[in-house]
């Protein structure tokens, strides 16, 4: 551990918030914002553990593990009051000898999992005190771009967004969003980018799965719908495809009166269908089954070798484990049901 680290550590589990705020780097910021407002938050839970009878805090060392974090894999420690049993988790970002960062936790696997714990307790970092990033020139070289992409969109409110436009979008900006992937906090300025673009780089991914989506569609025409096995067997063929297509039950997709693709919109953006109708016609015939298949054939996972673990009294699901919830194929191996 490097030395600054190490004293950073021991200034919290002294809750000493004035040798912690001295320890840290006024040039730097500090789970996004400036450092005299993370030492502040710091101070505040420091001053509940005090309330709660606790004198010091005893740290235990672990590792995010959290799915849904850019911080994964980074060390920190649980901090627990010494009386109160009150805990909270902090991970540290280093380089060259040095804490670059430091951030809140909530998905910390610790060395020992035995470690006692009692009330979790969190702060929060509204959006008032990041005005640092109103100043920031990154900030605002990243704004200008948002703004012209988002300008882009906006003349396909009302005609459709041809898929060369698209495609040509995606490749346009995927550095920029590839930018963003580590400022998620600026004031949520970018989340309508972000959650645009995911979706259209779905479209342009999947478009190449066209014409296997197609020869999927036109075999499910022929199913006998009364036949389960047949259906069972389709499904597992075309599992994965259909994991893939999730994403488009968040479009607004429409239909004609007779009950014929005619439109897909994102928000208000709406986007030409005809490249994308035999995906669409396999997404639905799929998911008109699979959810109804998986819930008749359920088998509960029970590998030995692979032992449940948790946080905060929640179960972690293990990669192993995942697989096979999410799999009606496996699950029908497991459970004995032929297809």
């Given at each position: 551990?490097?030395?600054?680290?190490?004293?950073?550590?021991?200034?919290?589990?002294?809750?000493?918030?004035?040798?912690?705020?001295?320890?840290?780097?006024?040039?730097?910021?500090?789970?996004?914002?400036?450092?005299?407002?993370?030492?502040?938050?710091?101070?505040?839970?420091?001053?509940?553990?005090?309330?709660?009878?606790?004198?010091?805090?005893?740290?235990?060392?672990?590792?995010?593990?959290?799915?849904?974090?850019?911080?994964?894999?980074?060390?920190?420690?649980?901090?627990?009051?010494?009386?109160?049993?009150k805990y909270f988790e902090l991970i540290f970002k280093?380089?060259?000898?040095?804490?670059?960062?430091?951030?809140?936790?909530?998905?910390?696997?610790?060395?020992?999992?035995?470690?006692?714990?009692?009330?979790?307790?969190?702060?929060?970092?509204?959006?008032?005190?990041?005005?640092?990033?109103?100043?920031?020139?990154?900030?605002?070289?990243?704004?200008?771009?948002?703004?012209?992409?988002?300008?882009?969109?906006?003349?396909?409110?009302?005609?459709?967004?041809?898929?060369?436009?698209?495609?040509?979008?995606?490749?346009?900006?995927?550095?920029?969003?590839?930018?963003?992937?580590?400022?998620?906090?600026?004031?949520?300025?970018?989340?309508?980018?972000?959650?645009?673009?995911?979706?259209?780089?779905?479209?342009?991914?999947?478009?190449?799965?066209?014409?296997?989506?197609?020869?999927?569609?036109?075999?499910?025409?022929?199913?006998?719908?009364?036949?389960?096995?047949?259906?069972?067997?389709?499904?597992?063929?075309?599992?994965?495809?259909?994991?893939?297509?999730?994403?488009?039950?968040?479009?607004?997709?429409?239909?004609?009166?007779?009950?014929?693709?005619?439109?897909?919109?994102?928000?208000?953006?709406?986007?030409?269908?005809?490249?994308?109708?035999?995906?669409?016609?396999?997404?639905?015939?799929?998911?008109?089954?699979?959810?109804?298949?998986?819930?008749?054939?359920?088998?509960?996972?029970?590998?030995?070798?692979?032992?449940?673990?948790?946080?905060?009294?929640?179960?972690?699901?293990?990669?192993?484990?995942l697989e096979f919830i999410r799999s009606l194929r496996?699950?029908?191996?497991?459970?004995?049901?032929?297809?």
């Open positions: 551990m490097n030395s600054e680290k190490i004293n950073i550590v021991r200034s919290i589990e002294q809750m000493d918030a004035e040798l912690f705020e001295m320890l840290l780097n006024v040039d730097k910021t500090y789970q996004y914002v400036r450092k005299s407002v993370f030492v502040n938050k710091i101070n505040d839970v420091f001053n509940e553990l005090i309330e709660g009878g606790d004198t010091m805090l005893n740290s235990y060392p672990g590792i995010c593990k959290s799915n849904d974090c850019n911080n994964r894999f980074c060390s920190g420690y649980r901090f627990v009051g010494n009386v109160s049993n280093e380089s060259r000898n040095e804490v670059d960062d430091i951030f809140q936790c909530f998905g910390l696997e610790l060395d020992n999992p035995e470690v006692e714990k009692g009330e979790r307790i969190s702060y929060r970092i509204d959006a008032e005190y990041q005005d640092y990033f109103l100043l920031n020139s990154d900030f605002q070289e990243k704004k200008k771009v948002y703004l012209v992409a988002m300008e882009e969109l906006n003349h396909y409110k009302d005609i459709e967004m041809p898929f060369e436009v698209l495609e040509s979008w995606v490749s346009r900006y995927i550095s920029f969003y590839d930018s963003l992937l580590n400022v998620s906090i600026l004031l949520n300025t970018f989340d309508n980018f972000k959650s645009i673009f995911i979706r259209f780089k779905f479209l342009v991914d999947i478009f190449s799965r066209n014409i296997e989506a197609k020869l999927a569609y036109e075999r499910y025409l022929l199913l006998d719908l009364d036949n389960e096995k047949a259906i069972l067997r389709w499904l597992v063929d075309h599992e994965e495809l259909g994991a893939e297509f999730h994403q488009f039950d968040v479009f607004n997709i429409s239909k004609n009166g007779n009950d014929e693709i005619d439109g897909l919109k994102k928000g208000e953006i709406n986007i030409d269908v005809e490249n994308f109708r035999n995906c669409i016609n396999f997404h639905f015939a799929f998911q008109e089954h699979i959810h109804k298949m998986k819930n008749k054939y359920y088998v509960e996972y029970d590998n030995p070798n692979d032992l449940p673990y948790y946080i905060d009294d929640v179960q972690i699901h293990s990669d192993i484990e496996l699950q029908l191996i497991k459970g004995g049901v032929e297809f």
